[in-house]
Each structure stands twice: as structure tokens, then as C-alpha cells.
């Protein structure tokens, strides 16, 4: 293959690019071409989701960005001489490329942003290493000059460029029927012939397939809030898809050096990704111990661990000795893995938000299984007491991160998120981007609108696509009816298709609720980042599995309305000389609100509100903190058939069976049924002779 795309917008250009990514792939694939580019608007999205499509297809990928670049300063809020941005192509060609290209889509959010995110070329000059610049579309800067008639400023800037990137800079010609791009056409060439600067020819490719072109100018109307019978809308001439060796050679017939370009280019091209494959790969977030522990952050949690232990189990507890053995035990697997820091970061937010009178919740999840976090103060379950398996959550046969989700009152979530901010640094702390796409009743719903007809029909239409329908075509498996009347109405049937093209198209991009990065080092060192414009907090534009996947470390800070209520409550009661304790046992087993949830009196209580759980809790008639556990684990899709056992064995334990001895030890605190995770491991190892490491292996293939 002697030809490779170097500009290629995916779906991550939100409403402008049509083509995914995995398509993208496919269609390279077939075309026999041996490397890829990935060059969306201002946005480092895609950047790891294409790599690993690339390398799953036998694709080499090229990561880029086509950058905004203000025409003067970037902090300068305005436009010059009618110009706000000009475009420019780069390309990474190594580790430090990668990380230059990150800063840049940074500093164009935090810096530049008029508009749209822009870079300026004093930022170039910073962070030019590594980097292959081209001159990008007919918005380039280049272009538009010489559409001005200004070649000699032209000439100008190409030289610019070039005393800059040497080597690495290329202008770049297109050709797709465009009146303008003819005009600059042979302008680019001359400036190229005279200064010995490179020529490289590409389609600026939005879609896939030329089939695709219509559906691609629906997207841009979705776009513009505009509708096909606009004459002013947003319009693409020519051909933007994902061509062929053969017909870009057919429009550039004359230039074979434009496309031998592309393939040193592509040579010039070799970063990977790193990722996380053991714990030694993943940045622990900075952690400010005592001065005299030095950088010993795993001596200092243990310390404070043992502390905490004669704290939680004092000497004559009953479980004191269990728990100093699995303490001991636990020390030792989180010091082989390397994750005190996480621990200690953890047990940092828990703190202040204790200290700043926030209400914190006692523990969820699988760190709820952990001694260690019990003694550190990070949960407040005591898991000996609930026979809960630190496997579960730290296994040191399936190496990953832990992960500990902690609640905190919902009404102080900006002080907490602040506090987390604070303590690392602004330019150490981000939230994670999240992208939504166009689902199928989304899709035609859009479409009608696009076409002009009234928001009626695409409800009509939308309300006959099952909810469980996955895609439109299978929507209309599932609903002959939908598909007798859109197949009876060739209007419809034209909606349908172009709806069919457009689903699954990412259509917009948000901020994770809870997830959020602490990092080593500054966030633009690892990763592109946005900003979030309510809070002003760096995002980072990879997905929340891409983030961990290159070995960052994920915090959720997970915010829980409830916790605010009983807050509230707490405090007015105290007003009142009345002070409830938090999760002890009294609290937790008071019979009167057993009393009072077993007459369905639920309203307001967490998980236990909807109507058919209200109902369960009414048959089970909970006599114990217990009973709620196992209520709310049973009430789910699956576990949920074996309620009625489950309630039979409770009020009825004579109707109790095991189906071997061994498991009655086990299943007796739940009459005989299988309930809880821990529970499935629990028989494994008994049963099988697995160790907690294998078992839990077990437990998460099951699902």
C-alpha cells in the first residue's frame, strides 16, 4: 500500500464526523491500507478507542488532532481581520509528540477558548516536539490567504511553519469539487515547488462510505438545528469518505510525490499506549504523610491501621483475634500489590469530610469487606461481623485496582469535590468525560425533525420502537406493525434508512457524575483535557474505561441524596438535645422501625420505596438489620425467583434443605438460599478446595 488517510474525522467530532471509528477500521482494512489516521476537531476523544480498534484490525494508528489556531494571541477573545480560527493538522510521531499534542488540546480549553478551543502559535513553539504539522483543509491558514489574494502572506505562513517543524511540516492539498480549494489548488503547489516544502493529498473523510454522504448531511443539520429546506444550512460538496488508493491517485494524478508523503509520514509515526497489566503500572495520586515516615507511605497506613485496630477491637473483643490475623494478612497483600497511596487518599477525603461536619456513609461495595479499611475509618461495617471477603475487593489472583465507593451527603458535594481539587492541585485533579449516542428512538425522532414534519410523527414512530429494541432494525423484528406502515410510505422509508445510518452516533458529551482523576503529575502530561464550564475543573476526554485502562487511578465520589436527609434529621433532633448515633446496632436493629417497614411503611427509605420491593418487605417481616441486607440482595433481576424460598424459610425453617451438609454452615443466616456473593465463594473454596483468590475468580465469571 503507498497511500495512507492523515485526515479523518470520527463520530468524537460531535455532529460533524459520521463515520465510527470500528468502521473506519473495517473499510481500511478492506481497502488493503496498512495505517490510519485520527485528526477530529479540537478533541483528543477517540485518541485510545482508535488505537485499540487499529491494533485489534492490523491497523497502525496515527493519533492527531485537526487544532483551532487563533490568528493572533489565543487569550485574545476576538476575531482579526474577520478571522477567529484558522485549522491545522498534527500528528504524534513518539511519546513526547503524545504528550505535546495533550497540552496543546489543554492549554486550547483552559487558554484559548473563543468559540472554539484554539491554540496560537507561541504555544507551537512551546510544544512543537514530536509533532508532524500539516496545513490542513481549505480553513487553514495557508488557504485562506491565499483566497484573500494574500500569497505572499501565504508564503509566509508556510515558511513559518516550516522554520518551526523542519522536516515535519507538509502542505496539504484536497481536492472535493470545491470552488475555494480549486482557487488555492495550484497556489499551495507553487508555494511547495518554490520553498522545497513537502506536498501531501488527502480527503478531509467525515463518513465512511460515499453512500453515507446523504445521512452525513442530515447529521450536520441534526448539527445546526437547521432542516433540509434551509438554503442557508450547513452543506459539504463532494466526497467525503473513506476513498480508495485508486480514486484519490485518479485526483491527483499528477503528483506522486503527495502520496509517497503519506507513507513517510506514517513511518515517522510510532507511539503506543502504555497500559496498566500489574499494579506497578498505575499512578497513585500525591499523599502527604508525616515527615518522618519519608516516602514509606505503606509503614505509615499500616501504623495507623493497628491503631485503628485497638480502636475497633480492643484487647478482650471477642473478634480481636481474627481480626489482628486478617489485618496482618491484608497488610501484606496491599504492600505486595503497591496501593497504600490509594488507601491513604481515600481515607484523606473521608477525613476532611468527617471534619467538616459532611455526612459520610458507613461503606458499600466490596470494600466493606476489608479489616484494613474498617480500621482505617474508610467504611464503618465491621466485615467479620457480616462475614464479608476481602477477595472480593483486593484479590491478589485477579490483579486490579481496588476500588472503594464511599457516599458523602449530596448537598455538600461541591465541598467535597472542592477539598479533593484543593488538596491535589487543580492542575493535578479531573473530572471524566462521558459521551452519549443517538439511540434508535433518538434517531428517528431527529430525523423527523431534520425533514421538517411534525414532532408528533417521530413520537408516533418513537413509542412504537420496544424498549428493549437495540437497534432499529431490530425494532422492527420485534414490531411488524412498525414495520408494515413504515414500509407502506416511501417518505418514511427514506427517514428510516438515513435514521439507520445515524444511530449509534455519538451526539453529545457530558461530565461523569461521581468519577473523577487525581494525578502524580499535571493532568496534560497524560491525558487531553476539556473543561467543565459549571465548575471550571479540568476533564479528562477519554472515557472512564480508557482512564483506568492507561493506568490512571479512578476516585468516585459518589453523592447520595439520602445521606442529606438523615443529616438534616440528625441535626434537627439535635437542636432538640437529641443525638442518634450513626450504623451502631441499636440503631440498625430498633425494633419499632422493623416494626414500621414491615407494615410497608417505606417511603423515603433507601432502596426499599418501590412498590414491589414494599410489598416483599411487607411478606418477609424483617426481625433484623440482617433481613434488610438480604431483602434488597434478593430484589434484583435473577435472585428475586428465589424470594418466595426465601421467605418460606424464614417464617417456615422446618421447610429449610441443603443439598450437601457442608453448605449448611454457610446458607443457615439466609434458610438455605444462595444470596450473597460472598457466599458463592464461600462453597467454592469449601467444596472445591479453591483458595478466596480462585474463588472469587469463580464469582466474577459468573457475573
Known amino acids: 500500500m503507498s497511500y495512507v488517510h492523515l485526515h479523518l474525522h470520527t463520530d468524537y467530532s460531535i455532529l460533524d464526523g459520521l463515520g465510527k471509528i470500528k468502521d473506519y477500521v473495517k473499510r481500511a482494512k478492506e481497502l488493503g491500507m496498512d495505517a490510519l489516521a485520527i485528526t477530529d476537531h479540537g478533541v483528543g476523544y477517540g485518541l485510545d478507542d482508535f488505537y485499540d480498534e487499529c491494533k485489534a484490525g492490523g491497523i497502525k494508528p496515527i493519533l492527531g488532532c485537526e487544532f ?55 504555544l507551537l513553539r512551546q510544544f512543537h516536539d514530536g509533532l508532524i504539522c500539516t496545513s490542513a483543509c481549505v480553513a487553514g491558514e495557508v488557504s485562506k490567504k ?48 518554490k520553498y522545497d516544502i513537502p506536498l501531501i493529498c488527502t480527503n478531509d473523510c467525515h463518513y465512511v462510505y460515499p453512500e453515507d454522504k446523504e445521512a452525513h448531511d442530515w447529521l450536520l443539520c441534526m448539527q445546526t438545528k437547521s432542516n433540509l429546506d434551509d438554503p442557508e444550512r450547513l452543506h459539504y460538496e463532494g466526497d467525503y469518505s473513506l476513498r480508495s488508493e485508486e480514486e484519490m491517485r485518479s485526483l491527483f494524478p499528477n503528483l506522486p510525490d503527495a502520496f509517497d508523503n503519506t507513507v513517510k509520514i506514517a513511518d515517522k509515526c510510532n507511539f503506543d499506549f502504555t497500559y496498566a497489566h500489574k499494579p506497578s503500572d498505575y499512578r497513585m495520586p500525591k499523599v502527604f504523610i508525616p515527615p518522618e515516615y519519608g516516602k514509606d507511605y505503606f509503614q505509615y497506613m499500616s501504623d495507623e491501621a493497628y491503631k485503628g485496630l485497638d480502636w475497633r477491637y480492643p484487647e478482650g473483643h471477642p473478634e480481636r483475634q481474627q481480626a489482628e490475623t486478617q489485618l496482618e494478612y491484608e497488610l501484606g497483600i496491599i504492600k505486595q500489590m503497591g496501593f497504600a497511596e490509594y488507601f491513604l487518599d481515600t481515607r484523606k477525603t473521608i477525613m476532611w469530610a468527617k471534619a467538616h461536619d459532611v455526612l459520610v456513609g458507613p461503606g458499600r461495595g466490596s470494600g466493606a469487606g476489608s479489616v484494613n479499611n474498617y480500621c482505617l475509618g474508610i467504611t464503618d461495617i465491621d466485615p467479620i461481623k457480616y462475614h464479608l471477603i476481602f477477595e472480593r475487593f483486593l484479590n491478589p489472583e485477579r490483579i486490579s485496582m481496588p476500588d472503594i465507593d464511599v457516599d458523602y451527603e449530596f448537598d455538600r458535594k461541591d465541598d467535597v469535590i472542592k477539598s479533593e481539587a484543593d488538596s491535589n492541585g487543580l492542575d493535578h485533579f479531573s473530572k471524566i468525560q462521558t459521551f452519549t449516542a443517538m439511540l434508535p428512538k433518538g434517531a428517528i425522532k431527529a430525523c423527523i425533525r431534520v425533514v421538517g414534519l411534525p414532532p408528533k410523527i417521530g413520537d408516533h414512530f418513537s413509542k412504537m420502537i420496544p424498549d428493549d429494541a437495540k437497534s ?81 487511578l479512578k476516585k468516585d465520589l459518589l453523592m447520595l441524596r439520602n445521606l442529606t436527609v438523615i443529616s438534616y434529621a440528625r441535626n434537627e433532633l439535635k437542636k432538640q438535645g437529641i443525638n442518634v448515633p450513626l450504623w451502631n446496632e441499636d440503631i440498625l436493629n430498633d425494633k419499632e422501625t422493623l416494626a414500621m417497614l414491615s407494615r410497608g411503611e417505606t417511603m423515603g427509605v433507601f432502596q426499599l420505596e418501590g412498590a414491589g420491593i414494599t410489598q416483599f418487605i411487607k411478606e418477609l417481616r424483617p426481625d433484623s438489620f440482617e433481613d434488610i441486607i438480604a431483602g434488597v440482595s434478593l430484589y434484583r433481576p435473577g435472585p428475586m425467583d428465589f424470594i418466595p424460598q426465601y421467605v418460606q424459610g424464614k417464617h417456615h425453617p422446618e421447610t429449610i434443605h441443603y443439598l450437601v451438609p457442608q453448605l449448611e454452615h454457610i446458607l443457615e443466616p439466609t434458610y438455605g438460599v444462595i444470596v450473597y456473593q460472598e457466599q458463592v465463594m464461600q462453597i467454592v473454596r469449601d467444596l472445591a478446595g479453591f483458595s478466596m483468590g480462585r474463588a472469587d475468580v469463580v464469582r466474577k465469571a459468573m457475573g
Open 68 to 122: 483551532y489556531v487563533a490568528p493572533a494571541d489565543r487569550k485574545l477573545k476576538e476575531a482579526v481581520d474577520g478571522e477567529s480560527y484558522y485549522h491545522l493538522i498534527l500528528l504524534v510521531k513518539n511519546e513526547t509528540g503524545y504528550r505535546n499534542l495533550c497540552k496543546l488540546i489543554t492549554r486550547s480549553n483552559t487558554e484559548g477558548f473563543y468559540k472554539k478551543p484554539r491554540i496560537d502559535f507561541s
Open 146 to 193: 491565499i483566497l484573500k489574494g494574500d500569497v505572499e502572506g501565504a508564503e509566509e505562513t508556510a515558511l513559518k511553519y516550516r522554520d518551526l517543524f523542519g522536516d515535519d511540516y507538509y502542505l496539504e492539498i484536497q481536492k472535493h469539487g470545491i470552488m475555494d480549494e480549486a482557487k488555492a489548488f495550484q497556489i499551495i503547489i507553487q508555494i511547495a515547488r
Open 472 to 552: 432499529l432494525e431490530e425494532a422492527m423484528q420485534l414490531n411488524p406493525d412498525l414495520k408494515e406502515e413504515i414500509e407502506g410510505n416511501e417518505d418514511y422509508r427514506k427517514i428510516w434508512n438515513i435514521a439507520t445510518k445515524i444511530q449509534g452516533t455519538k451526539s453529545a458529551v457530558s461530565t461523569h457524575a461521581c468519577g473523577h482523576i487525581p494525578t502524580p503529575v499535571p493532568c496534560e502530561d497524560l491525558y487531553p483535557c476539556s473543561v467543565d464550564k459549571k465548575t471550571g475543573y479540568l476533564v479528562c476526554q477519554y472515557n472512564m474505561a480508557e482512564v483506568e485502562h492507561l493506568g490512571n
